[in-house]
T-cell receptor
Framework: GQQLNQSPQSMFIQEGEDVSMNCTSS?????WLWYKQDPGEGPVLLIA?????ELTSNGRLTAQFGITRKDSFLNISASIPSDVGIYFC?????????????FGKGTKLSVKP | DAGITQSPRHKVTETGTPVTLRCHQT?????MYWYRQDPGHGLRLIHY???????DKGEVSDGYSVSRSKTEDFLLTLESATSSQTSVYFC?????????????FGSGTRLTVV
């Protein structure tokens, strides 16, 4: 089936640093989504991308939908302690009455205060 | 909050016993999903529903069944729980597969099978 390769698996960064993570696939997706999961909670949508080449920002977060539709990246600028959590990319293809999100395995972000 | 509630939040059960997890939504969304989350595997789809009494299997459906008798409730049943089903289970809802905002997730149920 379809798979997403998300990297890195984990990262430790100094507060104030910029962070970059990415997601690649052998399959094309119509939509790319980035979620963040805090401990003990479900994933929460951060950014949604709908068009190849699209670059979208949400505060300190910026994400891009790759031109080939097979990849996406997420950047976090000037990281702060509350950025800690697990970040998931997800690809979505939809047609007819069905369509399901395919998730990457996550990038665990830890920030040193 | 998007109006999605999972119950129970935590459960410990013995191997071989049946277990039912409940997902309840107040958004009147047509689509509902059950995922499990395990270290190193991310989120994997178990079953999903595209309407009342309309369900289909996901990637890891073996050992699980679902039912949806009302729009607002989606039940996940482990007929005979096994230790490999120890996991965190998430329910999600969406208006349609291609909804511009993806899926909204519940807070999860942590299930431990001993």
């Amino acid at each position: 089936g379809q798979q997403l390769n998300q990297s890195p698996q984990s990262m430790f960064i100094q507060e104030g640093e910029d962070v970059s993570m990415n997601c690649t696939s052998s399959s094309i997706f119509n939509t790319w989504l980035w979620y963040k999961q805090d401990p003990g909670e479900g994933p929460v949508l951060l950014i949604a991308l709908y068009k190849a080449g699209e670059l979208t920002s949400n505060g300190r977060l910026t994400a891009q939908f790759g031109i080939t539709r097979k990849d996406s990246f997420l950047n976090i600028s000037a990281s702060i302690p509350s950025d800690v959590g697990i970040y998931f990319c997800a690809g979505l293809n939809y047609g007819g009455s069905q369509g399901n999100l395919i998730f990457g395995k996550g990038t665990k972000l830890s920030v040193k205060p | 909050d998007a109006g999605i509630t999972q119950s129970p939040r935590h459960k410990v059960t013995e191997t071989g016993t049946p277990v039912t997890l409940r997902c309840h939504q107040t958004e009147n969304h047509r689509y509902m999903y059950w995922y499990r989350q395990d270290p190193g595997h991310g989120l994997r789809l178990i079953h999903y529903s595209y309407g009342v009494k309309d369900t289909d299997k996901g990637e890891v459906s073996d050992g699980y069944s679902v039912s949806r008798s009302k729009t607002e409730d989606f039940l996940l049943t482990l007929e005979s729980a096994t230790s490999s089903q120890t996991s965190v289970y998430f329910c999600a809802i969406s208006q349609s597969p291609g909804t511009l905002n993806g899926y909204t997730f519940g807070s999860g149920t942590r299930l431990t099978v001993v």
